[in-house]
């Protein structure tokens, strides 16, 4: 199985669940499958986007690939609710073998992980039927900025940014999205930004976020510590410093997402 930033843990799957909660707002107010019925998904893990999507558009049914089957399994534990309108299927997203063609596709949080994900975007078009709706949410991580400024929180994002690429991944991959899709053949192809711009004008939703990067960063801290990019003193300066940023009274937290729409 190849390495994947945040660990398979249950306290990582866990993580991934609670963070759909908090992000949901942010992800999904553009995303329409209205019309679509099935709907294939890249990347879907424990299946926390999945319950949303499940949700929001109660005619689809879902086809979930992950390469993992540890989170396969946790995956049908949280969609036991809609079992008769999910499919789990266990299969590398580069290499798919699937015996049907889909109306739609979603990929969240997935192909930041996946060494050359260009070769999942090119793939998946086998199983695409005409005028598909396709939506991706990807990271692009070096639009963080926080104020004020505190070397223990830069020198872990830093490492956090290096460790992924280390394992083949790419943090800034939603900005290249575009120039992706458009290699890979896909059409209509439209950008979107979401994100984080808090303030102390809006200090719980500051202090929640703070809270919640945490978490994210904290997720890769076995692997980052077993590569030697980070030490146990390291980590408790970047929790002082998320720390230290809410309570600043010139805190400022600013992180930028990527979002595009395509279809074929």
Known sequence: MAAYLHGFIPEEQQRLIDQAGVLE????????????KK???IGSGVGAQTATLLRLFP???????????????RAKENLAFASDRVRFVCQDAKKLSLDEKFDSVFICWALEHIPDAHEVLEGIKAYLLPNSKLWFTEVFNSSFYFNPALPGLTKYYDAYNEFQRSLGGNPDIGANLGNLLLRAGYKQIELYHGGFHLDQRNAEDLRN????????MKSATAGMREAKLVSSADVLAMERDLDAIFKDENAVFFYHFVQVSATV
Not at 25 to 36: E, K
Not at 59 to 72: A, G, P, R
Not at 209 to 216: A, D, F, P, R
Request: aromatic share 14%; proline share 3%; with cysteine.
């Open 209 to 216: 976020i703070c809270q919640y990067w945490k978490g994210l």
């Open 59 to 73: 005619e689809l049914e879902i086809t979930c690939v992950d390469y993992s089957q540890s989170q396969l399994d």
């Open 39 to 41: 709907l294939l998904e």
């Open 25 to 36: 707002s942010l992800i999904y107010p553009r995303i329409d499958f209205t019309g679509c």
